[in-house]
């Protein structure tokens, strides 16, 4: 029986560096009020998990959504392309 482990290369010696590149750290910066966002919404719903809402749950619930959407957007903005309205395009 071979050994099929030792005829394969290894993964890790493509990688020149594990680092990420300045253009992949540019993007997250760009994405990070998004990220945020959506960490804010998870940590809401994770207190819910074990309990049934009151209303100060929903509201910090609501508040979160409220976030990601308007961070959505703003990232939709940011990188859309000038020149297009996004109405029918």
Known sequence: MKNIAALQTAVTDL????????????????EMPLILAEV???????????RAPNELDARRIRRAR???L???????????APGTSGVGA
């Not at 990688?15 to 760009?30: F, G, K, N, Q, T």
């Open 15 to 30: 990688l020149p560096d594990a680092e990420p590149s300045a253009a992949e750290l540019d993007a997250i910066d760009v």
């Open 66 to 68: 409220r976030k990601v």
């Open 70 to 80: 308007a961070a959505r957007r703003a990232l939709t903005n940011l990188t859309a």
């Open 40 to 50: 804010e919404l998870l940590d809401a719903q994770i207190i819910t998990l074990d």
